[in-house]
C-alpha cells in the first residue's frame, strides 16, 4: 500500500536555527514527490517537486531533497514568517493517468522570534 | 488569473439538510479533485475528475456526489449532512500532464450540527 510518514508532528525553532523536516514514502514506482507549505485558514500553496533521487530544488530558506525512500525539507535560518505546516504528497506511476496525490499528515512549523 | 476558487468559505448545516460545493478554476486545468482536511488525518480524497466528462471515487466518497459541469467546474454535493462531514473542504486541479502539481483553492469550512 502507498504511504506517505512526515516526522516530526511539530517543530520549534528559534529565529535563525536551522532543521530538517522528513518525508518518508513507500509507493509502488514514484512519479513525483510534491512539498507544500500551508497557513492556518488557507489551502496548501505547492512548494516543489522532485523526481528522482539526488535532485534538489531551492526557494529563499528552503532546499527540498530526494532519495528513493525519503525528501527532507531543510530550513536554513528561519525566520517567523516561515511558521506554517508543511505537506508532502506523492504520485505514482500508476497514477499518472489521474494525477492522484497520497498525502502525509503534515509537520507544523513554529519559528520563535 | 483567480487559479481555483470555491464557493462558500464557511457553511453552517444541520443534520439531514443537502448543499452544493462549487470550484471553478481558470488555468485550463484537465483534472479536479475534492478533499477533505480533519485534524490528524491529513487530506484525504473524496472525488476527482481526471478530464471533462469522467469522474471517480477516491478513499472516502460515501455520503457525496459530484459533478464535472465543464472543463472549468467541479461540483460536490451533500445530499444528507451528517456530523462526521464536518470539515475543510478543498478543491484543487492539475494540467492532467507534466508537471503533475496540484493547485488549491482556498477551502470551504462546513460545520454539521
Known amino acids: 500500500e502507498d504511504q506517505v510518514t512526515q516526522s516530526p508532528e511539530a517543530l520549534r525553532l528559534q529565529e535563525g536555527e536551522s532543521s530538517s523536516l522528513n518525508c518518508s514514502y513507500t509507493?509502488?514506482?514514484?512519479?513525483?514527490l510534491f512539498w507544500y507549505r500551508q497557513d492556518p485558514g488557507k489551502g496548501p500553496e505547492f512548494l516543489f517537486t522532485?523526481?528522482?533521487a539526488g535532485e534538489e530544488k531551492e526557494k529563499e530558506r528552503l532546499k527540498a531533497t530526494l532519495t528513493k525512500k525519503e525528501s527532507f525539507l531543510h530550513i536554513t535560518a528561519p525566520k517567523p514568517e516561515d511558521s506554517a505546516t508543511y505537506l508532502c504528497?506523492?504520485?505514482?506511476?500508476?497514477?499518472?493517468?489521474?494525477?492522484?496525490?497520497?498525502f502525509g499528515q503534515g509537520t507544523t512549523l513554529q519559528v520563535k522570534p | 488569473n483567480a487559479g481555483v476558487t470555491q464557493t462558500p468559505k464557511f457553511q453552517v448545516l444541520k443534520t439531514g439538510q443537502s448543499m452544493t460545493l462549487q470550484c471553478a478554476q481558470d488555468m485550463n486545468h484537465n483534472s479536479m479533485y475534492w478533499y477533505r482536511q480533519d485534524p490528524g488525518m491529513g487530506l484525504r480524497l473524496i472525488y476527482y475528475?481526471?478530464?471533462?466528462?469522467?469522474?471517480d471515487k477516491g478513499e472516502v466518497p460515501n455520503g457525496y456526489n459530484v459533478s464535472r459541469l465543464n472543463k472549468r467546474e467541479f461540483s460536490l454535493r451533500l445530499e444528507s449532512a451528517a456530523p462526521s462531514q464536518t470539515s475543510v473542504y478543498f478543491c484543487?486541479?492539475?494540467?492532467?500532464?507534466?508537471?503533475?502539481?496540484?493547485?488549491f483553492g482556498p477551502g470551504t469550512r462546513l460545520t454539521v450540527t
Open positions: 509507493v509502488s514506482g514514484l512519479r513525483g
Open positions: 475528475s481526471a478530464s471533462e466528462g469522467t469522474t
Open positions: 484543487a486541479s492539475t494540467p492532467g500532464q507534466p508537471p503533475y502539481e496540484q493547485y
Open positions: 522532485l523526481y528522482s
Open positions: 504528497a506523492v504520485q505514482a506511476h500508476g497514477s499518472s493517468n489521474t494525477g492522484k496525490l497520497i
